[in-house]
């Protein structure tokens, strides 16, 4: 399969979690948990990737955009798409997105967002994100030390 310069992913409603992980990694990505068959083909058509768990949607789907998930674990799934689509570390951009609204985020001062964020964070960090849509701030914390990475993915793929 042919990676895209900015691939899109659509996610059917077996991989929310998934999906959230996508967003982190900086991927755009449609959460539909009501995905039918013609707005999967719509999404197709469009030339985004298809992830989806449910076997009878993917056989009639078959194809290079339509990718079957196997696993349940949100760690191996971002393996098998790693593996299907051919991404590299160029692809991913780390907290760009918003993991609700799927929206991009973008750099703000600490003093845009001090009376958002609690005391502490706003006393201890220094890079706040926040996000067009719905206004959410994001700043890197404990949960970006747990970040699941490319370099951290294929590293557990190969073995290394």
Same mark, same amino acid.
């Given at each position: 399969?042919?990676?895209?310069?900015?691939?899109?992913?659509?996610?059917?409603?077996?991989?929310?979690?998934?999906?959230?992980?996508?967003?982190?990694? !900086?991927?755009?990505? =449609?959460?539909?948990?009501?995905?039918?068959?013609?707005?999967?083909?719509?999404?197709?058509?469009? !030339?985004?990737?298809?992830?989806?768990?449910?076997? &009878?949607?993917?056989?009639?789907?078959? !194809?290079?955009?339509? =990718?079957?998930?196997? *696993?349940?674990?949100?760690?191996?799934?971002?393996?098998?798409?790693?593996?299907?689509?051919?991404?590299? *570390?160029? #692809?991913?951009?780390?907290?760009?997105?918003?993991?609700?609204?799927?929206?991009? &985020?973008?750099?703000?001062?600490?003093?845009? $967002?001090?009376?958002? $964020?609690?005391?502490? =964070?706003?006393?201890?960090?220094?890079?706040?994100? =926040?996000?067009?849509?719905?206004?959410?701030?994001?700043? +890197?914390? *404990? #949960?970006?030390?747990?970040?699941?990475?490319?370099? #951290?993915?294929?590293? #557990?793929? &190969?073995? +290394?």
């Amino acid at each position: 399969m042919e990676v895209l310069t900015t691939p899109c992913f659509v996610v059917d409603a077996a991989l929310g979690r998934l999906a959230k992980w996508l967003r982190i990694a !900086g991927f755009d990505t =449609i959460y539909d948990p009501s995905l039918s068959l013609a707005v999967a083909e719509f999404y197709i058509e469009a !030339g985004k990737t298809l992830l989806t768990r449910k076997a &009878t949607l993917f056989d009639v789907l078959k !194809g290079e955009n339509v =990718i079957y998930i196997q *696993s349940d674990h949100y760690q191996e799934q971002l393996r098998e798409v790693i593996r299907a689509t051919g991404l590299e *570390s160029k #692809h991913f951009k780390p907290f760009s997105r918003c993991t609700v609204c799927n929206l991009s &985020t973008v750099n703000v001062s600490r003093t845009a $967002v001090a009376e958002r $964020v609690p005391d502490y =964070i706003r006393e201890n960090v220094d890079t706040f994100f =926040i996000c067009h849509g719905c206004k959410r701030v994001y700043w +890197r914390g *404990s #949960h970006s030390s747990n970040a699941v990475s490319y370099t #951290h993915l294929r590293a #557990h793929e &190969t073995g +290394r």
